[in-house]
Each structure stands twice: as C-alpha cells, then as structure tokens.
T-cell receptor, first 110, second 113 residues
Framework: QQQVKQSPQSLIVQKGGIPIINCAYE??????FPWYQQFPGKGPALLIA?????SEKKEGRFTISFNKSAKQFSLHIMDSQPGDSATYFC?????????FGAGTRLTVKP | KAGVTQTPRYLIKTRGQQVTLSCSPI?????VSWYQQTPGQGLQFLFE???????NKGNFPGRFSGRQFSNSRSEMNVSTLELGDSALYLC????????????FGPGTRLTVL
C-alpha cells in the first residue's frame, strides 16, 4: 500500500535551477521524514531528514519544507548541479517502519 | 569505518531455484533491514533483524526469509524463485532496533530467468 506519494516522477532542470520534489503521507503517526539520494548502481544514501516539530531544515544546498497540517513535505535543491542528477526518494517512518515514495529521477542539464 | 557490504553484487538464477544473499552491517550497528527495489514497486520493506531476532516483517510471501548472526551479519533467503523476484535487494544497517538513521549497502542485483 502506497502510504507516501511522491511527485513528480521525473524532473529536468538547467544547472543553477531549483528543483522541487514533493511528498505526501497518510499516517499521522510518522515522526521522521528522510530524503535519500541514489545514483545508478549504488544504494540510497541519506541526504537530509526532518522531524515534524520543525517546518524547515537546511543543510548546504538542500532544504526540506514540512507542512504538518497538510501532511506534506518537499525537498528543494538550490543552485542545482549536474552532479545532483540522481533518483531522490522521500520516506516517512515511525520507529523501524519506514515507507518510501516511488522516487523522482532528477536530471540537471549543464 | 567501512560501510554496509553486500555479497554477491550480481546474481542470475532460474525459476524454482533458491538464493541466499549476505549483508555485513557497519561495525557497531546491530540492526539490519532488508528491502526489495523494483522499477514498478519502488522500495519495499522486507524485514528487520536485531539481536538475531526478526522484529518486523513486510508484506512478502513466506518464500522470503532471513536470519541474523551473533556478529550482526545477516542473510536473506528466497526459495522457489519466480520471475517477479528479479530486483535489487538492499540491506540497511542502523545502530539500534528501530533505528531511524539507516545506512544502505550497494545492493545485490538478482535476475531470475
């Protein structure tokens, strides 16, 4: 069952653009919302994560915006670079029960 | 500190066979979770092991099983392979049971012919 809905499925931006990936969750018990980055042939790598008690978290060029009432959160990548081209997954978890979004394939063109 | 390692990296089997995949967690991590990743279904949770005990199981048939050893290394077994079992199988480790910060290995690419 898809408890975390992620959009868009794919995204193409120019270098320097700000891609935004959105996720929505259903289970209000979720209390940890990570984003993972996956390159071809590699496992997902934790990028940034947020708890529902804050509305925004920034780490370098990556920002998570969180809207608890709407049960939505998003990833923004500032000043995107070709090296950011990868598949991004959002997730929501409660303890060890982690549910992933379907993924967004991001392409950053030079 | 070495990351999560998985062996083998690639595997080709035929329908009806069985397969065993191995995962070594990051040193000091005691929880190991397994995921199946396919283009159609995305990342799906299989099960989690902590202290040699299965703590949680996803919605997969009984053909999928696992175990964890005293050194925290884990194995996953799939019996009577089906074509639909072709996938990337990922192992993730975390410090404790229910650990939210999970570190993934590179995965084992299983192809069932």
């Amino acid at each position: 069952q898809q408890q975390v809905k992620q959009s868009p499925q794919s995204l193409i931006v120019q270098k320097g653009g700000i891609p935004i990936i959105n996720c929505a969750y259903e289970n209000t018990a979720f209390d940890y919302f990570p984003w993972y980055q996956q390159f071809p042939g590699k496992g997902p790598a934790l990028l940034i994560a947020i708890r529902p008690d804050v509305s925004e978290k920034k780490e370098g060029r990556f920002t998570i915006s969180f809207n608890k009432s709407a049960k939505q959160f998003s990833l923004h990548i500032m000043d995107s670079q070709p090296g950011d081209s990868a598949t991004y997954f959002c997730a929501a978890s409660k303890g060890n029960d982690m549910r992933f979004g379907a993924g967004t394939r991001l392409t950053v063109k030079p | 500190k070495a990351g999560v390692t998985q062996t083998p990296r690639y595997l080709i089997k035929t329908r009806g066979q069985q397969v065993t995949l191995s995962c070594s967690p990051i040193s000091g991590h005691r929880s190991v979770s397994w995921y199946q990743q396919t283009p159609g279904q995305g990342l799906q949770f299989l099960f989690e092991y902590f202290s040699e005990t299965q703590r949680n199981k996803g919605n997969f048939p009984g053909r999928f099983s696992g175990r964890q050893f005293s050194n925290s290394r884990s194995e996953m077994n799939v019996s009577t392979l089906e074509l639909g079992d072709s996938a990337l199988y990922l192992c993730a480790s975390s410090l404790a049971a229910g650990g939210i910060e999970q570190f993934f290995g590179p995965g084992t690419r299983l192809t069932v012919l």
